[in-house]
Structure formats: C-alpha cells, structure tokens
C-alpha cells in the first residue's frame, strides 16, 4: 500500500475550492476506486456521479491533473502520486456540486438535430439492402458513451461559450452518423452550416485525443460533414446556378 495526497474540488456555483484528501492506493486501483475510498471514509457528502464504472456509461466524466478523462478508467499506475492529483468537475458545463456537472444542455442540442429518415424498402421481401462497407462507416460513431468529455475539451464551448451558436463535437459525430447512414434520405446540411455551427471548429482534433473509446471524431466525423457543407454551399458552380435560377435561399443560412 501506498499513501496518495488528492486535491479535490468541493463547493458549488457559489463558492469553493480545493480540499486535500490522502488515501491508501493499491495495485490496480483506479481514480474512481480512490474517491470512493475518500467518500467512505473521510467525506460521505463528496458529490461525485458515476454508474457502471466500466468505461461504457460516460457518468465519471471529470478532470484528472487538468486532463479531461473518465475517472474508472484512469489507473493509479498513470499518475504520479508522488505529487499531489487534483481532480475537478468538467470546467465547460455549469456546475451543480463538487464532481457533478449539469451536462443536461447536451440532451437539449439533440433534440434539435433532424431524426433519423429512412428511404422506402428496395427488397422484394420489403426490407433494406446494404452494402457492408456503408456500414462499417457509421458503426464507429455509435461507440459513443455520451461522456461529452470531447464537448467540455473544445475550446469553442469551453473557452469562447458558443453553446447558443454551436452543437460541438459530440452531436457532429451524430449528425455525421445519420448523414452517412446508408437508408437515410434526410439533408441536414443547411442546419450544420447554419444553426450547428459546424464552422466555428477549426479542427485541432483536441476532441479526438479526450475520446475514450477512440473514436477518430475529426477526420472520420466532422471533416466529412465540413466537405459536404462546402461542396453544398461553396461550389463555384452550385453558386453559379442558384443565381441564374433565382434559387438563393441556401445562401443566407
């Protein structure tokens, strides 16, 4: 055993601060498994959420050394505890009490985004047919646990708090999940360009370092979405013919 120093964020939207905290760490323990041990037996009023401490839920999500990261799946042997470990709430979404944040934001963004909208059936037993490439191509996107560590690393809403103009880089990945669907007949385009903001991110690829299940969210999600908006909105001779046509309403979105 061994003795490790925590400095824990306590306190509300209010006030608060750092509280040191020193617990026993053993071989295989994680950073869930250490606040735990500080709840039981030093802090019983500790907020902190967390389900399946699996790494599939996406509830421990918090700051580790100023790192975003799930918390059951940062181990002890990481960490160097020879210095103090500081861990904090999320620092992009409101905060409600200690570890807990209030990401209740993120569910209201995905009810803004264009459902799911399937073509007719093209078999004649009146199902789908696909082709195993389309779907290996958006089976990488459903990975996501929703753990919005990815929303709280992007400095658009983490710094610049464009939460009214931006949906960030969680619900591009789930755009681009039902953009690339092959049944699906929906155009989401003019949303992303306009209401999404898809814009504003200038790709440093911050939100695909943070994923936990290693989801390649730039390169695989939003540069495909940006390519698209381009070739929608920006291509000389779709510009060109929405102009002879008199059809210029996707300009001003």
Known sequence: MKTATFKIWRGTRESGGFVDYKTEVSEGMVVLDAVHEIQAKQAPDLACRWNCKAGKCGSCSAEVNGSPRLMCM?????????????????????????????????????MKIKPFKPRPPDAPDGTWRMGQTDVDRVQEFRKCIECFLCQDVCHVLREHQ????????????????????????????????????????????????????SITITDNAIIPLKERVVDEFYDPLKMLWRKLSGNGTNETL
């Open 74 to 110: 940062t181990r002890m042997s990481e960490l160097n505890i020879e210095q103090p470990i500081t861990v904090e709430p999320m620092k992009a979404f409101p905060l409600v009490k200690d570890l807990v944040t209030d990401v209740s934001w993120n569910f209201r963004v995905k």
């Open 162 to 213: 464009k939460f009214e103009e931006f949906i960030g880089p969680r619900f591009l990945v789930y755009a681009a999940a039902l953009e690339m669907h092959p049944l699906d007949t929906e155009n989401r385009l003019a949303e992303l360009k306009g209401a999404h903001g898809i814009g504003f991110c200038n790709i440093t690829k911050c939100c695909t370092k943070v994923c936990p299940e």
